[in-house]
Nanobody, 122 residues
Framework: QVQLVESGGGLVQAGGSLRLSCAASGRTLSMYGMGWFRQAPGKEREIVASISWSGGSTIHADSVKGRFTISRDNAKNTVYLQMNSLKSEDTALYYC???????????????WGQGTQVTVSS
């Protein structure tokens, strides 16, 4: 089993920055790809970014490309999401998850954390 705990969310003004962390326990993450997702009220959960087990390959959703960066530190068993130039439409509950198979849909990921709230005021 893997337990994931997200942190780093909060209230920030538009144009500001936040850094989310996803800390894992129970199993090393170094063999797994990871992903960050978000879900806004009334909307479906969507992929934000994904990273390979080594960190050598990343994918970012078009809506966050150039503003958000996913990274990982396998020695700390932690995955990060640096969010810059935040917009009101980035307001959502942000989750991290382990990538269990090829694909970027929610069904391709598991061991979801509880999420951390990001609220961007305009």
């Amino acid at each position: 089993q893997v337990q994931l705990v997200e942190s780093g969310g909060g209230l920030v003004q538009a144009g500001g920055s936040l850094r989310l962390s996803c800390a894992a326990s129970g199993r090393t993450l170094s063999m797994y790809g990871m992903g960050w997702f978000r879900q806004a009220p009334g909307k479906e959960r969507e992929i934000v970014a994904s990273i390979s087990w080594s960190g050598g390959s990343t994918i970012h959703a078009d809506s966050v490309k150039g503003r958000f960066t996913i990274s990982r530190d396998n020695a700390k068993n932690t995955v990060y999401l640096q969010m810059n130039s935040l917009k009101s439409e980035d307001t959502a509950l942000y989750y991290c998850a382990v990538r269990l198979r090829v694909g970027l849909n929610t069904g391709d990921f598991g061991f979801w954390g509880q999420g951390t709230q990001v609220t961007v005021s305009s």
